[in-house]
């Protein structure tokens, strides 16, 4: 008879690997909030401080930028919130009822030239956002909605026009993902093409939506050229163009209390990203990847 070889021992699970991916993730992490943590370190330096300490933490306290940015100028910095909040919403309500019927008709309804129009809209993504300034800017002036009684005229209603070609292609393939046999069933039961999109493709593309309005959300609260375009008065001013006002060329620059207003103008995008954090995920992995 033959001798057994002797077992090799087994590899514990684990070792050096799980060990070696937490520290690169902390590395990571620390990389992405470093930025973040030295703004609101900063947010709370005094203006002589700003200068000499560029570490992380302030060497004194010093929380009064707070509330000098909050009402260092004519008007409360709160109206720029109110602004760029009610800006914000009407261009998520916009992106989110014109995409989706520019994606259910490019993506369920059968017409003429429609896979022609559908490559037009897709191209259009590669046009840079700021070549289109200008034209715009010609329009809307040429209608007399630059500078009127509702200056936000111009920033809202290409929204309501189904004119961001991302959403509409991030609709269109989350659509294709809808089986045609539920179309075919309303149908029989004698629906319309509009009673199809009610009672059948809104109800399905809650996850496209949802994705549509956090993004909707966050780029528009952060947008600044557009917004410095169209917004001449002070009283309309959003977030994002206020915040420029504590830059000033001839005096004295008020940079501690413009960083406590730029860590408070974070607060919303953040709350709103936690709020809607796992629909987000949800709606990405059910809309853009499927053919």
């Known amino acids: ?7 090799r021992p087994r590899r514990r699970p684990g070792g050096t690997r799980p060990a070696v991916r937490l520290l690169i993730l902390i590395a990571i ?44 100028f004519d008007v409360s910095f709160g109206r720029f919130f109110l602004n760029s909040a009610m800006v914000s919403l009407f261009t998520v309500f ?26 037009v809209m897709v191209g259009t993504l590669l046009l840079p956002g700021h070549v289109l300034i200008v034209p715009q800017y010609i329009l809307f002036r040429s209608l007399g909605l630059v500078g009127g009684d509702w200056p936000y005229l111009p920033l809202l209603i290409p929204h309501f026009l189904a004119t961001e070609a991302f959403f509409v292609f991030l609709m269109v393939q989350f659509m294709r993902g809808i089986p045609r046999e539920l179309d075919e069933a309303a149908k029989i039961d004698g629906a319309s093409p509009f009673g199809v999109f009610r009672h059948v493709i809104l109800p399905l593309s809650r996850p496209a939506l949802v994705t549509t309005a956090i993004f909707s959300f966050i780029w528009t609260w952060n947008d600044f050229f557009r917004q410095l375009v169209y917004l001449s008065t002070l ?3 959003t ?18 209390p413009m960083f406590a207003m730029s860590v408070l103008s974070l607060l919303p995008v953040f709350l ?20």
């Open 272 to 291: 709103f990203f936690l709020a809607f954090q796992r629909m987000l995920v949800e709606g990405i992995n059910t809309s853009g990847l499927k053919g």
């Open 235 to 237: 009283e309309d001013y």
């Open 29 to 72: 992490v620390a990389v992405v909030l470093y930025p973040l943590v030295w703004m609101l370190g900063t947010s709370v330096k005094s203006q002589a401080e700003i200068v000499n300490n560029v570490g992380l933490l302030p060497e004194r306290f010093s929380p009064g930028n707070y509330h000098a940015g909050w009402t260092n």
């Open 1 to 7: 008879m033959t001798a057994l070889a002797p077992a």
């Open 94 to 119: 916009g992106n989110a009822a014109s995409c989706l019927l520019a994606a259910y008709a490019l993506g369920r309804l059968r017409f003429r030239l429609r896979r022609v129009w559908f490559t």
């Open 239 to 256: 977030v994002p163009v206020a915040l420029t006002l504590f830059i000033d060329s001839t005096s004295q620059s008020a940079v501690g």
